[in-house]
């Protein structure tokens, strides 16, 4: 996490966070931390605000009948926490987020399963369009505490370049 202190007045100094279009390079990789224990409430949760409505995600019993034996986590859960995970280290200072490619997931997370995440610098580019900004793609890396991959994807945002975030332009 690329975290920043700078100085706004005297002994009162202010915490930034994230990579400005310059500070990221090919081949890059950033450990996310902290990791995230999921519990149950968690993933019912989730499901509920998602309107899910698979017993695999939280009727116990009909879980118990499955090849995994136990409820899993909704993958959409594991996915958009790993995007939060990722959010200080690659997209704290995004214009927006311009799609996420090849979302894989190769193991089952569950209750308990503590969650870890690392994103590799793919590729960058100026934007044809705007000056003030560049593209950035990333491949994220989902693990358990086994380190098993359980996820991955690849995620391409416009992030501001120095001087034209809104961290920027608002003195944050």
Partial sequence: MVHNVKQVGERRFRESFGRHYEDFNIGDIYEHR???TITETDNTWFTLLTMNTHPMHFDAEYAKASEFGKCIV???LTVA???G????DVSQKAIANLGWDEIKLTHPLYAGDTLTAESEVLDKR????R?????VSVKTTGFNQHGTVVCHFKRTMLIARRGHSVEDKVGY
Wanted: a positive charge.
């Fill in 126 to 129: 100026e934007s044809k369009s």
């Fill in 85 to 88: 995970m990722s959010v200080s």
């Fill in 131 to 135: 000056a003030s900004a560049g593209l």
């Fill in 34 to 36: 902290p990791g995230r």
């Fill in 74 to 76: 909704c993958s959409p």
């Fill in 81 to 83: 926490l790993m995007v």
